[in-house]
């Protein structure tokens, strides 16, 4: 059923590929999905906030207005909703799917390693058709990876300044040797400049997601909501024998699983 | 014991024109600076009297004299007047009668005969390079000098930014290897740094005062520095911290912000990024401080403020490596257009390389590589 109104959602569009025989595959969880869109929803309210809180750009009208007074509360209130979904995303790098795994996201293999090249040949217009991959693909897990550095950097900087504001005894000896490290002025900025970063990513990863989206026609937009993937049969086989080390286990894994993905017609 | 040691406080401050209301009300703004409840007055008030005028001598190194300007000239009575009178002072450069051998020698004594008693103030900070050439007094350089004079006090007092940590002299590119005093002579006995360009008397009295009553220090920080001045956020005591939570703020010089005494966040006040009690304590006899005054901090109690906290009208330091005056923002907002403008040149390189793609390229995307 979902094969069929998968592929009957593909337009047939002159510059697509036509949707081979395809799988549905539970990629991401909801741990991941969970922790996505809280970091998008954060993110967006940490930028807005925090823009202002840099340069104020709403001019306060009236006697009761607290327009600061909000800013500052909704960034604090994002920010450690932020930190609970990187957190929910660091234990699942460790007790996730392989799709989760920390090992997609440092391209330490010497298969992942000249997948990150065919994937970059891609992107530099070197080849004609995109490399697929189930889940995370080199480039894009090394991009993620980075995203992750950023987002623990700006918790860090950003407990440091929360810390001088709030003159906890606690809050300072917990990160109390960042501003020792670097001036607290240095550390406004890092944390002030990474959202730039954040926003150079958002570009990025729109684009890309929508470009997958209609190149692979793997249903990878709506993955993140509702975790699945539509990964044509031979893909899936030749990934499930990456795992279990032989082609005929995996081709007997690939049949099981396509039977129990695919409800009954 | 001197003859000017028997006589009463009171009688030497009456001497002065300075009434017992006037020396209680000292008092009470000792204790109020101190963090202390009121009923410690009456223990202050009652340790002072019975004060037997330890010796204190004030070192000035490279400095601008600023601090001892800020101590003997506060107000009338000045804070400098009281403790003029509480404590002997045997040497101080700018206030002393003695010059060359005879004031040399003063201080000489006072190393000598009161060993480990006396209190020592520092002001200025300690060239190091060069062997310390670029400081020296009666033929010894200024590290020589602290060395001595400072590992031999009872307590040691560092007073103004240069003391703390070589302040403006230490400032980038520092030319005289400059340092502070904790930096210049590390271990001296008994450290208390009152960092401020300058630094506040009403502070630097408290802390005497407290010796006095208590013969201890006061509760320090991690910089050395005593918790009652250096431990709440400027941007937390000052009164124009209501505009900045409403979001009133002063937009440019003059401008109907500044004159309605809006918040200064916009034009670079480092009132959130500084700890000091400047706004309850002030200046000039608690008549006005920097924001009162119309002007934003600029953080001069911190640690380096000079290289850190500048520029001191705009909101984050400048971005390293990136010429004078380019800013974190300039540089986002042009990578954020140009990943922006790489995006679109990449969908117009999609829709080209998918309109020539050959036919018999494989439909089928590549199999993965994992």
Known sequence: ?265 | MSDLDQVALRDVLAARGISRRQFVKFCSLMTATLALPPRYVHAVVKALDKSTKPVLVWLEFQDCAGNSESMLRSGHPSVGDFVLDLLSWEYHELIMAGSGHHAEAALDRVVNECKGEYICVVEGAIPMQDGGVYCTIGGKTALDIATRVCSNAAINIAVGACALDGGLVRSSPNPTGALGLSEAVPGVPNLINLGGCPHNPVNTAAVLVHYLTFHELPELDEYRRPLFAYGNLIHDQCERRAHYDAGRFVEEWGDEGARKGWCLYKMGCKGPEANYNCPSVQWNGSTSWPVKAGHGCIACASPRFWDTKSPFYDRLPKVPGFGVDVKAEEIGWIGTAAVGGAMIAQVVGNIIRDNIKPKDTDDHSHPPVN
């Open chain 1, 1 to 265: 059923m979902f094969r069929t109104i998968h592929t009957a959602a593909a337009p047939d569009l002159p510059w697509k590929a036509t949707t081979k025989d395809q799988v549905r595959v539970y990629v991401w969880e909801w741990p991941i999905r969970f922790s996505h869109w809280v970091m998008v929803i954060t993110i967006v309210s940490l930028s807005i906030t925090g823009y202002y809180m840099h340069a104020p750009y709403v001019s306060a009208r009236g006697h009761e207005a607290y327009v600061m007074g909000w800013m500052r509360f909704v960034h604090i209130l994002s920010a450690f909703a932020l930190m609970l979904g990187m957190l929910v995303r660091l234990v699942w790098f460790f007790i996730g799917n392989k799709w989760a795994n920390w090992n997609q996201f440092i391209p330490t293999s010497k298969k992942r390693l000249k997948g990150f090249v065919a994937v970059g040949k891609y992107y530099g217009f070197m080849a004609w058709k995109p490399v697929s991959y189930i889940g995370h693909n080199p480039v894009a897990g090394f991009a993620y990876l980075v995203i992750y550095a950023m987002v623990i950097t700006e918790i860090l900087t950003g407990f440091a300044l929360f810390s001088f504001v709030v003159g906890s005894p606690t809050l300072t000896f917990l990160i109390g040797w960042l501003p020792r490290l670097i001036n607290i002025q240095y550390l406004r900025e890092i944390h002030f400049f990474i959202m730039f970063g954040f926003w150079m990513f958002f570009i990025h990863h729109i684009y890309t997601a929508i470009l997958v989206s209609i190149e692979e026609q793997s249903g990878l937009m709506d993955s993140i909501f509702s975790g699945f993937k539509y990964v044509p049969e031979d893909h899936l086989a030749h990934d499930l024998a990456e795992t279990e080390g032989s082609e005929e286990a995996a081709r007997e894994a690939a049949a099981l699983s396509a039977s129990s993905h695919k409800p009954a017609a």
